[in-house]
């Protein structure tokens, strides 16, 4: 058993010190903001993951995971300590690291013996680095240290199956005694174990997001191309998958990507590439083609409706950027839904987790009890999140309550040839 400090509990960190505690560890979680804490300490959680609830709940009542806002009680005995505090963006994309700052000097100052300081927050490349110099510069007096950047790889939804079943972990340090003890802290999840220098660590997780996000503006663009040319997308692109080289992941054409980390990561690593003197020409067409995805959803949706959409009550399915998830950070819904509320559209959303999220980011939109109260009297509906609750509506019932019955489908869920069957106006992606 090792004792470890989290430091930050949202998304991250709750996450990382719940599986760690689950794997046999002793973890402590800090975060100085004392409303979070007292919260967790009642059971209540910071964010939606499905099954978190039960994972902290076992851990904390097996007394290997407990909270504070104390420093000097999380760094007492600690032989880890893992900084997963928020990198906001700046609007030039410049990560706001304030809060490693800080984690960083608290740290330092309450230190009293030899630590494994790990990066797990998404920082620009060279944060470790600047890390271990604030420590140095912190510290009351000397104690030894190490700094390891240990990316995190989790997705929204699947976090807690992405920690303990990962592709891989990725560690970088200039120490590499460090790094190989931080190591032994992931032996236990048998996956492969990357160890290089911390810069080529903290590059690995942005170029990897980037990948992805390169994937799904790939192939939303070829979408477009499929709707001039009268191919369908979801069979080129299963037609793609089965080549090894291409792979099938990321291929789903829809309303583009959002949440906490693609839009922030893209757009970190194409001002870092700037800050550099590199024009990333790929990076910036991957977040053009990204966001004009919600304008052309509305501009689809007038011509499905054949008119203007002022006074027009438009329902969205959906407001999360995705499944399995509250978050509303950089959601297709949110520039959706402003456009349709700037043409003049009553707007009524519904997502089965988000709305108490997405309230206060959309107070133009009345939030709805269920998929078919947002549906009665809509002239139409368009399809924002796929969540598998929306994929059993019942299309007769769905079809019966709208004022015209008019599916946008920003997800491709439904079959087109079976909603032509039923009366639908329907227009998918890329078809």
């Known amino acids: 058993m090792k004792q470890i400090c989290v430091i930050g509990v949202g998304y991250v960190g709750i996450v990382t010190g719940a599986c760690f505690a689950d794997l046999g560890n002793k973890v402590i979680a800090l975060d100085v903001d004392e409303k979070k804490i007292?919260?967790?300490?009642?059971?209540i959680m910071p964010i939606y993951e499905p099954g978190l609830d039960e994972l902290v709940k076992r851990n904390v009542q097996a007394g290997r995971l407990t909270f504070t806002t104390d420093y000097k009680e999380a760094v007492t005995g600690t032989e880890f300590a893992f900084i997963a505090v928020g990198t906001p963006s700046a609007v030039n994309g410049e990560a706001d690291l304030q809060y490693v700052a800080s984690a960083a000097k608290s740290l330092a100052e309450n230190m009293t013996k030899p630590m494994i300081i790990i990066n797990k927050s998404t920082v620009p490349v060279g944060t470790g680095d600047w890390v271990a110099d604030i420590v140095k510069r912190s510290q009351k007096t000397p104690v030894e240290f190490s700094v390891v950047s240990c990316p995190e790889f989790l997705r929204e939804g699947s976090a807690l199956g992405d920690f303990l079943q990962p592709h891989r972990t990725v560690l970088g340090s200039t120490d590499k005694e460090a790094a190989n003890k931080v190591a032994q802290l992931h032996l236990a999840l048998r996956?492969?174990?990357?160890?290089?220098?911390l810069r080529t660590a903290e590059m690995i997780k942005y170029a990897s997001n980037a990948f992805l996000a390169t994937k799904i503006s790939f192939i939303n663009e070829i979408a477009n191309i499929c709707e001039v040319l009268g191919a369908d997308v979801k069979e080129v692109a299963a037609g793609m998958g089965y080549d090894a080289r291409i792979g099938r992941?990321?291929?789903?054409?829809?309303?583009?990507?959002?949440?906490?980390?693609?839009?922030?990561?893209?757009?970190a690593l194409a001002y870092m590439a700037e800050e550099a003197g590199i024009d990333p020409r790929i990076l910036n067409t991957v977040m053009d083609v990204n966001y004009e995805r919600r304008k052309t959803a509305v501009?689809?949706?007038?011509?499905m409706i054949g008119s203007s959409?002022?006074?027009?009550?438009?329902?969205?399915?959906?407001?999360?950027?995705?499944?399995?998830?509250?978050?509303?950070?950089?959601?297709?819904?949110?520039?959706?839904?402003?456009?349709?509320?700037?043409?003049?559209?009553?707007?009524?959303?519904?997502?089965?987790?988000?709305?108490?999220?997405a309230r206060a980011l959309l107070p133009a939109v009345e939030m709805m009890s269920d998929p078919y109260s947002l549906a009665d009297g809509c002239d139409a509906v368009m399809v924002?999140?796929?969540?598998?609750?929306?994929?059993?509506?019942d299309l007769d019932k769905l079809k019966k309550l709208l004022k015209a019955p008019v599916v946008y489908d920003g997800r491709n869920i439904y079959d087109p040839a079976l909603m032509k069957i039923l009366g639908f106006v329907y227009r998918a992606i890329g078809s």
């Not at 789903?252 to 757009?267: E, H, I, Q, R």
């Not at 009550?313 to 819904?333: E, W």
């Not at 598998?388 to 509506?393: A, G, S, V």
Request: proline share 5%; with cysteine; charged share 25%.
């Open 249 to 267: 992941h990321f291929l789903d054409a829809g309303l583009g990507w959002g949440g906490s980390c693609f839009p922030k990561d893209v757009l």
């Open 299 to 303: 501009e689809h949706l007038k011509k």
């Open 309 to 357: 959409l002022s006074g027009k009550t438009i329902g969205l399915l959906g407001l999360a950027f995705k499944p399995n998830t509250d978050d509303m950070r950089d959601a297709p819904a949110i520039d959706i839904a402003r456009e349709l509320v700037e043409a003049g559209a009553v707007v009524r959303g519904y997502d089965p987790v988000s709305m108490e999220v």
């Open 38 to 43: 007292a919260n967790l300490k009642k059971g």
């Open 384 to 393: 924002i999140t796929e969540w598998n609750e929306f994929k059993q509506l």
């Open 191 to 197: 996956a492969p174990i990357v160890i290089t220098d």
